[in-house]
């Protein structure tokens, strides 16, 4: 059974940093495209970077230059570097996983439980 497990959220002030990461069980991980999502109350989840088996990374253009995807095959685990943070960045931020690449669109089949990131001005 395929699960995802975040980590690394927590409350930091604007121009701060965090690192989150996903432990990943159950599947060939390396073979994988994975992403980063969030979504903050009342609003729809978005598509925040994703990764291809290759390494090939996609970011949406509201964190470009800030926030950086990356993954450790050997670890199993991906990570997402956020650099410059603004409170709108401010959301649960879940990591995904999908056979065939779907980038930054929130209809990835596997999903982990979520990590809370709040940044405050």
């Known amino acids: 059974q395929v699960q995802l497990v975040e980590s690394g959220g927590g409350s930091v002030q604007a121009g701060g940093s965090l690192r989150l990461s996903c432990v990943v069980f159950?599947?060939?991980?390396?073979?994988?495209?994975m992403g980063w999502f969030r979504q903050a109350p009342g609003k729809e989840r978005e598509g925040v970077a994703a990764?291809?088996?290759?390494?090939?990374?996609r970011h949406a253009d509201s964190v470009k230059g800030r926030f950086t995807i990356s993954k450790d095959n050997a670890k199993n685990t991906l990570y997402l570097q956020m650099n410059s943070l603004k409170p709108e960045d401010t959301a649960r931020y879940y990591c995904a996983a999908e056979g065939a690449c779907l980038w930054l669109l929130p209809k990835y089949n596997y999903w982990g439980q979520g990590t809370q990131v709040t940044v405050s001005s």
């Open positions: 159950g599947y060939t991980y390396s073979s994988y495209c």
């Open positions: 990764i291809d088996s290759d390494g090939s990374t």
